[in-house]
């Protein structure tokens, strides 16, 4: 069965800079595309970053571009999400998240596994 695991998030200032991890597990994925994801509470969960497993495009939100970069080692089969320049309103639970054959995935609709988050806090 599939697996997602996140890991790599943490308490830290506002400027810190982080790298989040989510380790695949469970199928091949390189036809898929993965995503990350953020939920702060009180509030929708957003779309943050995507990844083609495949070709190595990526596509990333308004939020979050210049600051956020997505990556993957397919040898590890692990997708890293590093977060630079952190703000308190980056301060949330990041999900992980694989959508089979869409690009460029950036609605929740689209994901077919989830992990199961870790949270990151920034403050100021």
């Known amino acids: 069965q599939v697996q997602l695991v996140e890991s790599g998030g943490g308490l830290v200032q506002a400027g810190d800079s982080l790298r989040l991890s989510c380790a695949a597990s469970?199928?091949?994925?390189?036809?898929?595309?993965m995503g990350w994801f953020r939920q702060a509470p009180g509030n929708e969960r957003e779309f943050v970053a995507s990844?083609?497993?495949?070709?190595?495009?990526?596509y990333y939100s308004d939020s979050v571009k210049g600051r956020f970069t997505i990556s993957r080692d397919n040898a590890k089969n692990t997708v890293y999400l590093h977060v630079n320049s952190l703000k308190p309103e980056d301060t949330a639970v990041y999900y992980c998240a694989a959508a089979r054959s869409r690009w460029p995935a950036r609605l929740r609709v689209d994901y077919n596994y989830w992990g199961q988050g870790t949270q990151v806090t920034v403050s100021s």
């Open positions: 990844i083609m497993w495949g070709d190595g495009s990526t």
């Open positions: 469970g199928r091949t994925f390189s036809s898929y595309a």
